[in-house]
């Protein structure tokens, strides 16, 4: 069956780093484009980032922009996602969503991204 | 971007009956890009609908999708207890991924 394991959360100190990972498992993950969506304390939904099945194609939403970078290993059937220069409003639950027709037909368990001195 | 508005923000309604859901899009969104989910306290999302009216697999009949254009519906046709959650719309265009800011569905 599918399966996403999101981890690499944790606190971090503003302007810090942190790179998340999301292992997949039960599909061709090579097939597929992928997506971090996240979460933040008591509040809606909002999308970060995706990538295309290759990796080729990348894109973000403006205010991550120049700070966060996705990434995937095929080989490794992993999805990644580097941030850097952190900032409080990056706390979040993380959670990586494999995309079908622009949707999100599965998604980790997520992971809590805390951003506080 | 497409900024999506769900309404209500709150709808309360007792099982068995029945609920409306709306989405109303910026602009016009294509059809085949409208998702909605349902989410649980603690819980990642669930997908429910894609493409604005096919069922995701394992989802019940009783929810169902409608609309195009600007605006979109989810219906949940008798309510049962476990479907008291906050639901979103969500939509993909111009390589851009956007997100309603969710409708709570509480039990009355």
Known sequence: ?117 | EIVLTQSPATLSLSPGERATLSCGASQSVSSSYLAWYQQKPGLAPRLLIYDASNRATGIPDRFSGSGSGTDFTLIISRLEPEDFAVYYCQQYGNSLITFGQGTRLEIK
């Open chain 1, 1 to 117: 069956q599918v399966q996403l394991v999101d981890s690499g959360g944790g606190l971090v100190k503003p302007g810090g780093s942190l790179t998340l990972s999301c292992a997949a498992s039960g599909f061709t993950f090579s097939d597929y484009y992928m997506s971090w969506i996240r979460q933040a304390p008591g509040k809606g939904l909002e999308w970060v980032s995706y990538i295309s099945s290759s990796g080729s194609n990348k894109y973000y939403l403006d205010s991550v922009k120049g700070r966060f970078t996705i990434s995937r290993d095929n080989a490794k059937n992993s999805l990644y996602l580097q941030m850097n220069s952190l900032r409080a409003e990056d706390t979040a639950v993380y959670y990586c969503a494999r995309l079908l027709l622009g949707s999100g037909d599965y998604w980790g368990q997520g992971t809590l991204v805390t951003v506080s001195s």
